[in-house]
């Protein structure tokens, strides 16, 4: 791959760059910039070639790509429990879509680092009072009160250091047994378990225990890391630059520049102008890049973006995640692909189901309805069928957890009911039980395909 033309990891300090809080000890923030950028990786050029490898077979159809996690961690959930109940929700899902959708599964995150969230208003209005907006955990504290709201740049390195707690976490429940699909059945939560779509996890999840059971009599050795292992990435939105500049390093091995605070990174909606900063700072890491694409983008702007991003037409470089709501995804997907398509760029086409049907309910919480998040992925499925695409991905926020949060599923989660668990700083959740049924509705699709 060639030298990226007149990039280095400060040139996006040239160009405009949106959603950055406003840090007010700036002597502190240049010093923790500059302690972040000795600090080790927290993962590594090597796997982010993996990463890129898998999702250029996903883009060819060849593989399917779940991305999932909350839409913002928060510092005081980084405990064992959550992340290891994300962690198992991901795995549960990757094998129905294994298993029912006949299709191996590229498992990513959103996790270990999603502490940045770009917002819609620079303030928000508490009982009168205008303060600065929560803007993730990594930049100030959601508490509605004025102090908690000033950014402070301890929080990047409190990020840093929580991000490299979980990875780690991550890493032994990836690779110490804990994922092994002998384990599959014990993955199935206790409050799930008693569920209809509990129920269906634990038939299948019996099946696949069977068959390995089958293979040892017949003198086959599951004792292979293909079972008793699982791969896994993490990726978050790409916003606060500093941040990513500072976990940016060469591969001293192969060469090149990787961002590594996460293996894929993605950009927001709201931060992707061709001529922006997130724009020039990620067309010279070689990670896997998500473009996030909403009903406002323009189709010629995307098709710039993507050529900026990835220039050699690299498979597996550019994942395009397109959240058009479930009302008009019908309206903008469908010329998205043909253009796309016409231009000769490999993409993966991915749906996040979620971003465009948030809504308020009655009782005043944002949610999303279960029906509607199922309706936009379904028409992203059939409008991809009709162009000859392949729809090669699904992006969800979810947990792990109990939590009540968007309406509807299987239990029909009422506005009433929201009020019960609603933990979320941020955006609605899919909770365990409707994050398995969605995973049970794509594996019928992908079954299809
Ligand atoms: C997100 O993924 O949490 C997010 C803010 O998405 P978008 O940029 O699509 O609005
Ligand atoms: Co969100």
């Given at each position: 791959?060639?030298?990226?033309?007149?990039w280095?990891?400060?040139s996006w300090h040239k160009?405009?760059?949106l959603?950055?809080?406003?840090w007010?000890?700036?002597?502190?923030y240049?010093e923790?910039?500059?302690t972040l950028s000795?600090l080790p990786p927290l993962?590594f050029?090597g796997?982010?070639?993996?990463?890129?490898?898998?999702?250029?077979k996903a883009?060819r159809?060849?593989?399917?790509l779940?991305?999932?996690?909350?839409?913002?961690e928060?510092?005081?959930?980084?405990?064992?429990?959550?992340?290891?109940?994300?962690?198992?929700?991901?795995?549960?899902?990757?094998v129905?879509?294994?298993y029912?959708?006949?299709?191996p599964?590229?498992?990513?995150?959103?996790?270990?680092?999603?502490?940045?969230?770009?917002?819609?208003s620079d303030?928000e209005n508490?009982?009168g009072?205008?303060?600065?907006?929560?803007?993730?955990?990594?930049?100030?504290s959601?508490?509605p009160?004025?102090?908690?709201?000033?950014?402070?740049p301890?929080?990047?390195?409190?990020g840093?250091?929580?991000?490299?707690?979980?990875?780690?976490?991550l890493?032994a429940f990836t690779r110490?047994?804990f994922s092994?699909?002998?384990?599959v059945q014990?993955?199935?939560?206790?409050f799930v378990?008693?569920?209809?779509?509990?129920r269906?996890y634990?038939?299948?999840?019996?099946?696949?225990s069977n068959?390995?059971?089958f293979?040892e009599t017949?003198?086959i050795?599951?004792?292979?890391?293909?079972?008793?292992?699982a791969q896994?990435?993490?990726?978050?939105?790409a916003?606060?630059?500093?941040?990513e500049?500072?976990?940016?390093?060469?591969d001293?091995?192969a060469?090149?520049?990787?961002?590594?605070s996460?293996?894929?990174l993605?950009?927001g909606?709201?931060t992707?102008?061709?001529?922006?900063a997130?724009?020039?700072f990620?067309?010279?890491?070689?990670?896997p890049?998500?473009?996030?694409?909403?009903p406002s983008?323009?189709?010629d702007?995307?098709?710039?973006?993507?050529?900026?991003?990835?220039?050699e037409?690299?498979?597996?470089?550019?994942t395009?995640i397109t959240?058009f709501?479930?009302?008009?995804?019908?309206?903008?997907?469908?010329?998205?692909l043909?253009?796309v398509?016409?231009?000769g760029y490999?993409?993966?086409w991915?749906?996040?189901p979620?971003?465009a049907?948030?809504?308020?309910?009655?009782?005043?919480?944002k949610?999303r309805d279960?029906?509607?998040?199922?309706?936009e992925?379904?028409c992203f499925?059939?409008l991809?069928?009709?162009?000859?695409?392949v729809p090669?991905?699904?992006?969800f926020?979810l947990t792990g957890?109990d939590?009540t949060e968007?309406?509807?599923?299987?239990?029909?989660?009422s506005?009433?009911?929201l009020g019960l668990r609603?933990?979320t700083?941020c955006?609605?959740?899919?909770?365990?039980?409707?994050?398995?049924e969605?995973?049970?509705?794509i594996a019928e699709m992908?079954?299809?395909?």
């Amino acid at each position: 791959m060639a030298e990226t033309q007149n990039w280095n990891k400060l040139s996006w300090h040239k160009f405009p760059a949106l959603q950055q809080p406003n840090w007010p000890d700036k002597e502190r923030y240049d010093e923790i910039i500059q302690t972040l950028s000795l600090l080790p990786p927290l993962v590594f050029a090597g796997e982010i070639r993996d990463l890129k490898a898998v999702l250029a077979k996903a883009v060819r159809g060849e593989a399917f790509l779940l991305q999932g996690g909350d839409c913002s961690e928060e510092f005081s959930r980084c405990t064992a429990p959550n992340i290891r109940e994300t962690l198992k929700v991901l795995l549960q899902m990757a094998v129905i879509l294994t298993y029912a959708g006949n299709k191996p599964v590229v498992k990513v995150g959103r996790i270990a680092g999603q502490y940045a969230k770009p917002r819609s208003s620079d303030t928000e209005n508490i009982n009168g009072l205008e303060i600065p907006s929560y803007r993730g955990d990594m930049a100030n504290s959601a508490d509605p009160i004025l102090e908690a709201r000033i950014p402070d740049p301890d929080r990047l390195m409190k990020g840093y250091h929580l991000s490299a707690a979980t990875m780690n976490l991550l890493r032994a429940f990836t690779r110490g047994g804990f994922s092994s699909l002998h384990r599959v059945q014990a993955w199935n939560q206790e409050f799930v378990r008693q569920s209809p779509m509990g129920r269906s996890y634990e038939r299948m999840a019996k099946q696949i225990s069977n068959a390995l059971k089958f293979m040892e009599t017949i003198g086959i050795s599951t004792d292979i890391p293909q079972l008793k292992e699982a791969q896994f990435f993490t990726s978050h939105e790409a916003l606060f630059l500093g941040y990513e500049q500072a976990l940016t390093r060469e591969d001293s091995v192969a060469g090149g520049w990787y961002d590594c605070s996460a293996h894929m990174l993605w950009i927001g909606d709201r931060t992707r102008q061709l001529d922006g900063a997130h724009v020039e700072f990620l067309r010279g890491v070689r990670n896997p890049i998500g473009i996030k694409v909403g009903p406002s983008h323009d189709i010629d702007n995307i098709l710039a973006i993507v050529e900026r991003l990835n220039p050699e037409n690299e498979p597996g470089r550019i994942t395009l995640i397109t959240r058009f709501g479930y009302k008009v995804i019908d309206k903008y997907l469908p010329p998205l692909l043909r253009a796309v398509k016409k231009s000769g760029y490999h993409v993966l086409w991915t749906c996040d189901p979620m971003h465009a049907n948030t809504f308020k309910a009655e009782s005043g919480h944002k949610t999303r309805d279960f029906d509607n998040i199922l309706s936009e992925l379904r028409c992203f499925f059939e409008l991809n069928w009709v162009e000859g695409t392949v729809p090669g991905g699904v992006h969800f926020e979810l947990t792990g957890d109990d939590v009540t949060e968007c309406i509807g599923g299987a239990r029909q989660l009422s506005d009433a009911q929201l009020g019960l668990r609603y933990l979320t700083t941020c955006d609605p959740r899919l909770n365990a039980e409707q994050a398995l049924e969605m995973a049970f509705q794509i594996a019928e699709m992908i079954r299809s395909s």
